[in-house]
């Protein structure tokens, strides 16, 4: 379970986010909504522990652990794992590597490549000239062969297209385990009663909800959290009303 | 021809010339006389001291000769093996060449000056050996010529002049590496190598050097390609070392031919390199490119480049980037001369420390911050040498992962 409470974040001396309560169980995807700048972003990066993000009120635990002030890579150990809208090229670095080091060596990187019609790439350096749906698969690869237990999407859809998005839905449903997984033979309510997995979602557009039944949506409205429920219907009243609209009332 | 007292005369006034780069060596501090070492047959290589055998193969040669053409060894002054396996490939000392064969005279100083500086002025009057490699024309090899220049002796200067003629269509691989014995510290080695690339024909030239801390070397060498050849130098300095200046030129002389050079330093505490290279491109459909990525842990590295368009329909690129890792100066040098209409020239270059960006991604895969870093610099180095067999690009990785081992 990923559990905050009352958290406060500054980024340069400015709060970005202020009494922020959040709670994924085992199991659950939210969605966060919000407009440009409301610090969705802001709100993943600081869950994944990156430095500038600095907490100055609250707690962020994870598993039972307070991982509130601990280092990236010891978030990532414990089960985290991040999907970025724009991730760094780093040259001189293979996918295929990549994948290795998300998966400790243990999957076959060709075999999962192909899943995700991206095998060709595998010998490109990481993110070196993707476009904005090759990033989006490359990311998602990783996060395949890393298989957190919690794990952030920034934007999924943005710069996918229309024949790629329900490849990419359909691969974030498997990862958080929102697809039925029909096919080893459990009964629906088995594989419901398994689930483990913890998603939290950013999206703008609201693609992804055609593939990934998600369980609670949150609005992120000027660094506050300011409602919470049926993620169709948010979506909904943002659309009709306008994000200002949608936070005055508490579906 | 140029004959061999003229290249004494010009020698003897150049004893005391200056290199244009570089700190001054006094010479007059080491020692040139001979140093006699048993020659080696095949078997008796493979009986080397362990550690001798280490330091060679890191620099990539491999006493069994394994995946080699053949193989030349010079220990101090000395020659201990030489042999070719490989049909249509020469390989012979530099002193029995000149022996042997009138040609080699006919390419010796013709493209370095012995009156250059005080180093090339050394190794005309008070040469020891070096080794000349001969591919005849239509040969096309697949194993590299490996050769290795081993000083054991302290103090010792040694003098070392290489020739490599790739005849018409010819094909040839060789990788030299220099080292010193385990427990050698200070000397100086000079060596004199001319490349001669003839029409058609292709030269891959990797070198690896494996010094020691007060060691100061002044390699000087000159390459001509003719039409439509290819000449790929690839050097990789891993170690330390106190100085290193180098500044290799290369004419390219025929339509169409190309150059590409590509080099890796990794400067710890107290090493000072000056390197870089400099090329000409004399006719039409000439191609250049200069990949330099330097290191520095604490070192001097002044990266030069230098290219020069002499005729329309030229391409030529160069790239420097050098990483801070650890203190130390990265001085980077790109130059470019267009001396004509309707050449195509440019350079990027680029000085600075790994992405805190980068980092973090990577932590965010579940590695920890050193480890992170280790494989940001592993990438950094990791550039993509074109037309080489993928055997001896293997063999480069090897030597960079080895040598990345101990250095960061």
């Known amino acids: 379970m990923l559990l905050i409470d009352d958290l406060q974040v500054e980024l340069g001396g400015k709060i970005l986010l202020k009494d922020i309560h959040l709670e994924i169980k085992p199991g659950e995807t939210h969605i966060l909504f919000g ?20 907490v100055k009120r609250g707690t962020i635990t994870f598993k039972g652990v307070d991982i509130t002030h601990a280092p990236i890579d010891e978030r990532a150990r414990l089960g985290i794992g991040m999907s970025y809208q724009r991730p760094p090229t780093i040259n001189g670095l293979k996918t295929r590597q990549m994948v290795d080091i998300c998966a400790k060596n243990k999957v076959d990187a060709e075999q999962m490549a192909q899943s995700l019609n991206f095998a060709e790439f595998l010998d490109r350096d990481v993110n070196a000239g993707f476009s904005g749906g090759e990033i989006k698969r490359s990311e998602l690869l990783q996060l395949k062969a890393q298989d957190p237990d919690l794990i952030m999407f920034d934007e999924p859809e943005s710069g996918v297209d229309i024949e790629n998005m329900a490849l990419i839905g359909k691969t974030i449903a498997r990862l958080l385990q929102k697809d039925l997984g029909r096919e080893n033979a459990k009964s629906v309510a088995t594989v419901r009663k398994d689930r483990t997995k913890m998603g939290l979602i950013i999206t703008h557009t609201g693609y992804i909800l055609d593939y990934v039944p998600a369980d609670k949506g949150q609005v992120l409205y000027e660094g506050v959290l300011a409602c919470a429920g049926n993620p169709r219907e948010i979506f909904q009243c943002i659309g009709e009303a306008g994000y200002e609209e949608c936070v005055k009332c508490n579906i | ?36 070492h048993k020659y080696l047959a095949d078997q008796e290589m493979c009986a080397l001291p362990q550690d001798e055998q280490q330091r060679m193969l890191m620099s990539g040669l491999d006493v069994t000769g394994k995946g080699r053409g053949g193989t030349y060894v010079q220990k101090d002054t000395t020659v201990i093996h030489c042999h070719s396996m490989q049909d249509g490939v020469e390989v012979l000392p530099a002193k029995a060449a000149l022996e042997k064969y009138d040609w080699v005279k006919d390419y010796f100083w013709k493209l370095v000056a012995p009156d250059q500086d005080k180093y090339t002025a050394s190794a005309a009057l008070e040469l020891h050996d070096g080794y000349v490699i001969r591919a005849l024309p239509g040969s096309k090899s697949i194993y590299p010529i490996q050769a290795c220049l081993y000083i054991e002796k302290e103090n010792l200067q040694q003098n070392v002049h290489n020739l490599i003629v790739v005849e018409e269509g010819a094909e040839l691989h060789v ?4 080292a010193t014995s385990p427990t050698m510290k200070k000397g100086v080695h000079v060596g004199i190598s001319e490349f001669f690339v003839k029409k058609n024909a292709k030269l891959s030239f990797t070198m690896i050097h494996n010094w020691a801390e007060e060691m100061d070397v002044r390699p000087r060498s000159v390459a001509r390609v003719e039409e439509g050849g290819v000449f790929i130098n690839n050097y990789i300095c891993m170690k330390p070392v106190r100085s290193i200046q180098m500044y290799p030129v290369t004419y390219l002389a025929g339509e169409n031919s190309t150059a590409m050079f590509y080099s890796i330093i990794v400067g710890t505490p107290g090493s000072n ?40 329909g030229i391409k030529a690129h ?55 870093i280790s494989t940001i610099v592993r990438g950094f180095l990791n550039i993509d040498i074109m037309g080489l067999p993928p055997m001896l690009k293997a063999e ?10 101990d250095a960061l």
């Open chain 1, 35 to 54: 407009p440009n700048g409301s610090g969705k972003t802001s709100l993943l990066m600081t869950i994944m522990g990156y430095p500038q993000y600095e």
């Open chain 2, 1 to 36: 021809m140029q004959h061999l007292d003229d290249i004494e005369k010009k020698a003897k006034a150049a004893v005391d010339k200056k290199a244009l780069f570089g700190d001054d060596l006094d010479l007059a501090q080491y020692d040139r006389s001979f140093v006699p």
């Open chain 2, 175 to 178: 990788i030299t590496g220099c």
């Open chain 2, 273 to 312: 390199f000056d390197v870089g290279g400099r090329t000409f491109l004399q006719k039409p459909g000439c191609r250049a490119e200069i990949i330099q990525r330097a290191i520095s842990n604490g070192a001097h590295v002044m990266n030069r480049g230098h290219l020069i368009g002499e005729a329309p």
């Open chain 2, 318 to 372: 160069l790239e420097c980037k050098g990483l801070l890792l650890n203190g130390g100066v990265i001085d980077s040098v790109p130059q470019l001369s267009a001396h004509v209409e309707g050449v195509d020239m440019s350079h990027e270059a680029a000085v600075g420390k790994v992405a805190q960006e980068e980092i973090h991604y990577l932590m965010s895969r579940g590695l920890s911050e050193s480890e992170s």
């Open chain 2, 396 to 405: 480069i990785d090897k030597a960079i992962d080895m040598s990345d081992k």
